[in-house]
């Protein structure tokens, strides 16, 4: 019996105007999508990153305290590098996240005010490939992120946010494009210019890559970010490009 065919990957919506990242720790988007940010950004798109925490237990020789203000400055830097202005931190705790209504909340809250039509989130599924098991903080995000996106349109849910005034219903989300999926469905074309962009936005992580063990960051991330490239290339023409599972809303 002759083998399955893989399917091709389909283009990327192009149609929008604004993206809001959400995922659970600096450096997330730089090993998943922040190729397709580049590319994003420079054709005038607007992306924000929310990181919901701020990688505290990231780095074993560093404490918390000190390892969260450092990695929250990569962060910044990382983001800058690939056009990304608006970076925001929420105060959940590295390596303990919980799915649940909490979480939903804090997402939901950022939804109503960025209002986007896309959302970007890292892998939630239990593996990133077989036998290759994921993180219970990448799991709870992208679950979490996948149902705010319903409760940011409705009124009746976390009401309390809309007391002041400030925060209204959004409804106006059309696509969730989960990065690092074991399953994608979607490739955005990237540029040399924006892979080069990615390498540099990883490469803002030097302090964490350091700590991960890395005796030539740079090396590390531009092996990482092209590395990344060529399962969506085989699906997608040959072209490079940055895979994503997309749901529509």
């Known amino acids: 019996m002759a083998a399955e065919e893989t399917p091709e990957l389909e283009p990327m919506p192009d149609d929008w105007r604004r993206a809001l990242a959400v995922v659970a720790h600096p450096d997330d988007m730089e090993y998943g999508g922040s190729a ?7 054709a005038g798109k607007e992306v924000a990153y929310l990181l919901v925490t701020r990688g505290e237990a990231g780095i074993d020789g560093l404490e918390p305290v000190e390892c969260a203000a450092l990695r929250e400055t990569e962060q910044c830097e990382a983001a800058h590098a690939v056009g990304v ?3 925001h931190f929420l105060d959940h705790r590295d390596g303990v996240l919980e799915e649940g ?10 939804l109503r005010a960025f209002r986007p039509e896309l959302i970007l989130t890292i892998n939630h599924h239990d593996t990133w490939a077989p036998g290759s098991w994921n993180t219970p903080d990448h799991r709870a995000v992208g679950r979490s992120v996948l ?14 946010q809309l007391d002041s005034g400030d925060l209204q219903p959004w409804g106006g ?14 490739a955005a074309a990237v540029q040399e210019r924006s892979v080069d962009r990615a390498v ?14 890395s005796s030539d960051p740079e090396r590390h991330a531009r092996a990482v970010v092209h590395g990344g490239l060529v399962p969506a290339a085989e699906r997608h023409g040959g072209s ?10």
């Open 200 to 213: 540099e936005s990883l490469l803002a992580h030097r302090t964490y890559l350091t700590g991960l063990g």
């Open 36 to 42: 397709a940010v580049a590319e994003w950004t420079a």
């Open 147 to 160: 149902d705010a996106v319903g409760d940011a349109g409705n009124r009746w849910i976390f009401a309390d």
């Open 173 to 186: 989300v059309r696509w969730v494009a989960v990065a690092g999926s074991p399953q994608p469905t979607h």
């Open 101 to 110: 209504p909490r979480l939903r909340a804090d997402i939901t809250a950022v």
């Open 85 to 87: 202005e608006e970076v």
């Open 240 to 249: 490079r490009a940055v895979a994503f599972e997309v749901y529509s809303r």
